[in-house]
């Protein structure tokens, strides 16, 4: 069977959400958003395309700051409403420059922040 995007179950924007794991640690790096352009060209391409909703554009992981994401696997949920993206991740995840967008915890009742930029 081939797969089609289309066929993922979108939420009123088009879009749905993404999240990025490490193909090799299997820690969560990031949640971000794509449509089903974004994951067609995802597929094809091999370099993770994001849909940013600041920009109404794709955003190629890394394209700037070269901290890119290389596709290893691409696999949606029972609900078709999420995508898991296993990634091969260069330089830190996050924009801060942390190793992945996940570095704040509440502890206590407290946040904390667990890693500082790299």
């Known amino acids: 069977m081939t797969f089609d995007p289309h066929s993922l179950s979108f939420n009123d924007a088009g879009l749905i959400p993404a999240i ?10 990031m949640l971000a958003w794509m449509n089903a352009d974004s994951i067609a060209q995802t597929v094809a391409t091999g370099k993770v395309t994001y849909w940013s909703r600041s920009r109404q554009a794709f955003w190629i992981k890394g394209e700037t700051s070269g901290n890119t994401q290389e596709l290893v696997d691409l696999r949606y949920d029972c609900d078709q409403d999420c995508l898991l993206l296993m990634v091969n991740q260069t330089g830190p995840a996050c924009h801060t420059g942390r190793p992945n967008c996940f570095y704040r915890a509440v502890r206590d009742g407290e946040v904390v922040e667990l890693s500082q930029p790299v």
């Open 20 to 29: 990025a794991q490490d193909a090799q640690s299997g820690d969560v790096l």
